[in-house]
């Protein structure tokens, strides 16, 4: 996949800003943020819920290995087949082939996160294979797609929960967003990150009651399908599972970072962030949004480039997002892991960013009393040249960027440290 490199999100942010009618369009879906302040409360356990969500996310994570393991073997008894696809180009290439192997020419895609993760709908297009959104709730299922062909062959839809005990696909619609679960196709291809696995079926029993209160503050989600396999004259004929990495391992292997693996993609987190409140989704990139996007893009693609590496930064560090969090993510420590990352990141550059220049010149110059006090009479008497009205409106050069969206107090004509000193005396 090549294309223009991503914007930072600092300037990915501006034009959303500016975009008025989407501003409205976020302080209208806020009202779901309401709606889940009342619904938490109702079960008396909820706080218990959290702590067992915590645990069963962790546990999944921990045994990883051979969770997938067990739900390949139970997969693969209930008639299925499982693929396994170690980063989003072999992902694409797997189902661009079952695709064609089915002797499809047009697919039946939703409009999931592992959908969007693998571009599966650029992919398949540029394969040939036309797509289509599924049929509305409700519809006959093997009916028409809202395109308005014929019933396809192929669905290929992004799975929220896989249970490694029976091998069962679970796929949670929410609102009015119908889900390609397989029912209108005579193959199913079902996409899956390695870590939306959960060891028993018990599970679901705690993620169910956690996920609809969380995502749109209703006691219920709107449609829970479970699919098992293969079961002659019920379903799809046939079911194949890609199980995706891209990333997902190496994520794994941070024990601060790992923790955004838990995430069970509620959205409870954007409802509370001051900055997605005011920025939506799009700074964040096409997948993963919202202040769990911070901490998992980052990870699943690393801190190198621009936009990924300004993606720590893109947070209050309020806290209100772990406060939140179902599974208990602490948001705001794993941002702080992550920007200090991106600090490592830097220094290992054969050409220092300016930043890191600066802050060595900083420390250098702070390093010896002599150089610090010489540095602070020059910098002040240039800042009070600076000033209008007591206020520094404008710095220059890089500092710009901190005047840009605020003003600096001008320096007193006497620091303390001299003031200190003539008092003494």
């Not at 702590?51 to 008639?79: K, M, N, P, S």
């Not at 190496?250 to 069970?264: H, Q, T």
């Not at 948001?331 to 890191?356: D, M, Q, T, Y």
């Not at 710095?395 to 840009?404: N, S």
């Amino acid at each position: 996949m090549t294309g223009a490199p991503a914007p930072k999100f600092a300037a990915a942010a501006r034009v959303a800003l500016a975009d008025t009618r989407a501003r409205r369009e976020l302080r209208a879906a806020a009202a779901v943020f309401g709606r889940r302040r009342a619904a938490v409360p109702e079960p008396p356990d909820w706080e218990a819920l959290r702590a067992a969500g915590h645990a069963i996310r962790d546990a999944a994570l921990l045994g990883l290995d051979a969770h997938l393991e067990r739900l390949e073997r139970a997969v693969t008894q209930a008639g299925g087949t499982v693929h396994w696809a170690a980063d989003a180009a072999q992902a694409r290439r797997v189902v661009t082939a079952l695709s064609r192997a089915a002797g499809a020419d047009r697919v039946v895609l939703d409009d999931s996160l592992p959908v969007r993760e693998l571009a599966l709908d650029a992919a398949l297009s540029r394969a040939g294979i036309t797509t289509a959104g599924p049929p509305a709730r409700g519809a006959d299922p093997g009916g028409e797609a809202e395109d308005g062909g014929g019933a396809a062959r192929v669905a290929v839809a992004g799975v929220d929960f896989m249970v490694a005990e029976t091998g069962t696909l679970v796929f949670v619609e929410a609102g009015d967003e119908p889900r390609a679960s397989g029912g209108e196709a005579e193959t199913l291809v079902a996409v899956a990150g390695i870590e939306t696995v959960v060891p028993e079926w018990r599970d679901m029993e705690v993620l169910l009651q956690l996920l609809p209160r969380s995502l749109t503050g209703e006691r219920m989600t709107a449609l829970v399908t479970c699919l098992t396999g293969v079961v002659p004259g019920d379903g799809p004929r046939e079911v194949h599972l890609v199980l995706v990495d891209n990333g997902r391992t190496r994520v794994l292997e941070d024990e601060i970072g790992r923790d955004a693996l838990r995430c069970i993609r509620c959205r409870a987190c954007h409802h509370v962030c001051p900055v997605y409140e005011r920025t939506g989704g799009a700074p964040y990139g096409p997948v993963h949004t919202g202040p769990i996007g911070a901490i998992l893009t980052p990870q699943l693609r690393g801190v190198e480039s621009a936009a990924a590496a300004s993606l720590p930064y893109a947070s209050t560090l309020c806290g209100a997002c772990a406060d939140v969090c179902p599974v208990r993510i602490d948001i705001p420590e794993v941002l702080v892991h992550l920007r200090g990352e991106v600090v490592e990141s830097r220094r290992a550059r054969p050409v220092p960013p300016p930043e890191l220049v600066l802050m060595r010149g900083l420390a250098w110059t702070m390093g010896e009393p002599r150089r610090y006090e010489a540095a602070l009479r020059r910098g002040t008497r240039w800042a009070r040249l600076a000033a209008r009205g007591g206020r520094i409106r404008r710095l220059p050069g890089l500092l710009g960027a901190w005047t840009d969206a605020r003003d600096l107090p001008a320096p007193p004509a006497e620091p303390f440290r001299a003031w200190w000193a003539r008092r003494r005396r």
